[in-house]
Each structure stands twice: as C-alpha cells, then as structure tokens.
C-alpha cells in the first residue's frame, strides 16, 4: 500500500468532515451544470414548529469550501435570523480565534485546498462578529476529553464567551486540527503548486463532488474503512457535537417568548440527526427546501474533455466500490 493511498481516507475525512448520515433527505447534491459541468448543491432546510405562530428553524448546512458568491448568499441568511447557533470547537460568541497579525487561526490544510482549487474558505468569507451569534459546540478540551474516551461535558466559557485556552495537551491537539504540523504544512505547499494549474483545479473540484455526490456526503462510511479509530474520531466529531447543539436549541425553543426564527449553521453532515431529533422532540417538520451552490466545475474552460471527465468519474465509483467492500 502506498504512503498516499494510506495517508489519503484519513486527510479527506479530516478535511470535509464537516462538509457533508442517510435519512432523513440528503442536505448535499450534485446536479448538472452548464454545458455538461457539475454543480455541489448544498440544501438550506427550514422545520416548522406544529405550534401555531412558533419559531422556524433552519438548518443551514454549509461546505466549508465554496465561491465568494455563495457565502455571501449564506451570510445574508445568517443576518436576516434572530438567532444563529453556528459550529466551532474551542471558538467564542465571535467566531474563530484570532492570531495576532489580526487573521483567522484557521486550518492551514483547507485554506491551502480551497486555493488550490480557486475556492474560498468558509472561516475566511464568513462574519461572525454579529450580536445574535451563538457558538454551539465543544470546547478544544471537552473534544479532547472525549476522544480519549471520557464523558461528554458541556463547555465554560468566560464572560465574554471565550473558550478558556486549556493546557498544553489541548493547545497542541488544536495546533494539530488547525493545520500547523509537518504534515499538512507539506501538503499545503504541495497544493499551492498544484493550483497553478486550471485543468488540477478542476480534477480536484471533480473529484470531490463525485465522491461526496456519490454517498450523499455520508462520510460515516468512509471512516468505517479508514480503521476504528477514525470511525471513533467521526462519531464524537458529529453525534457528540449534535448533543451540545441540540441542548442550546431546547434551552431555546422551551423559552416563552424564543426566536422566531433560529438558523444552526454547521456542516451539511450534522443535519439529517439534528433534523430527526427535532422531529422527535419537538414535532417539527420540514416546511421546504432552498439549494445553494457551493461551487461547480466548467470542463470547457478548464480544458477537460469528454473522456477525462468519465474517467475521474469511473474511479471515484470503483474507489468507493473498494470502500464498501473493506467495510462490510
């Protein structure tokens, strides 16, 4: 087995984790483009209350990597919203930490893969810095705590809603996650190579929009191939984080007077569980669906022909076929 075909399952899973669990309807698509290209659909979901005049709450799910056109389509659905509860482990009310040149300590290894392809990343288009912003999710300890398989703790934070720093193991756990080790500083520049070129770019576009397109942004199954501890690493990273969100949405939603409407803006992955126990708890249903492009690929202007567009195509669903079968 190869170094890239070893390091390859663990790195995507890591990177579009958050992208993209079957039932209830899939929150993430692929659909036609223009002149044979592909389109990355992401689904806005709102839920009604069975409560006459009570809240709506839509599910937002988002790609964490996307055109310039389509966050801001996404922040203007998070601005026009009472409340917004959005994901963000160890982040504050206001969005990710900062560095102290005043930039975003955000993933080195998306930044350079978002680039890579001519795309934005979501930390870096995104405006937290908004009154009725909520960060809903774990703290770099708690996260921590669980992986190493302790209980589930809610987060403390500070006054002003910061995540407290934690120790030395937590600040090199996030250290890891945020891009800054050897590894993913080499495929970062490895990336930022590549990028140069438009027919990479669009090879890279492609590929991911089948494979997500394929499993419907079920990542789950993926990890399951990927050994235990992946699988282990994706349900604390999706079902233990889904618990914190859904604990603020009741502490919300049993107010007397809750928001009207109430946006939870996490990655596409997180939404069928979230969804399901909206329906059970609460009664909810879903009052319709809104799908925004992430982003898409032209094959013309990228120079990709007709074959080259079947064969990445071919290899994504052989590739998947070999996943499938390891898993079971």
Known sequence: MTLARQLFPPLFLLAFASLTCGEPAPYLRTAKGKEGGR?????????????????RVTLLGVSHLGDAAYYEKVQKKLD???????????????GPPKRDGGGSAVSGIQVSLARS???????????????????????????LTRLQGGPLKP??????????????????????????????????????????NPKFRALMKLAIMETLGSIEGDVTRLAK????????????LLEDRNTIVF???????????PPKSIVVFYGAAHMPDL?????????????GDEWLAAFGVDPEKA??????????????????????????
């Open 80 to 94: 026009a919203a009472d409340l917004v509860l959005f994901e963000g482990v160890g982040f504050g009310d206001d």
């Open 225 to 236: 191939s990927s050994g235990p501890g992946m699988e282990k690493f994706m349900k604390v």
């Open 155 to 196: 987060s403390k934070k500070g006054a002003k809603g910061k995540a407290p720093e934690g120790g030395l193991q937590s600040r090199e756990f996030t250290k890891a996650l945020s891009g800054n080790s050897f590894l993913f500083d080499f495929l970062g520049k490895t990336l930022a190579l590549f990028g140069e």
């Open 39 to 55: 389109v990355l659909e992401v689904a806005v979901r709102t839920l009604a209350s069975p409560k006459e005049n009570g809240p």
């Open 275 to 287: 969804e399901n126990r909206l329906a059970r708890k609460f009664g909810f249903r879903p009052a």
């Open 303 to 328: 120079g990709l022909s007709a074959f080259e567009l079947g064969l990445v195509r071919g290899m994504i669903r052989m590739q998947l076929r070999q996943v499938y079968s390891q898993s079971k």
């Open 247 to 257: 604990r603020d949405l009741r502490k919300v939603l049993k107010k007397k007077n």
């Open 117 to 143: 392809m001519g795309l934005v990343f979501q930390l870096e288009a995104i405006r937290y810095d908004r009154p009725h912003f909520r960060n809903s999710d774990l703290s770099t300890e708690a996260l």
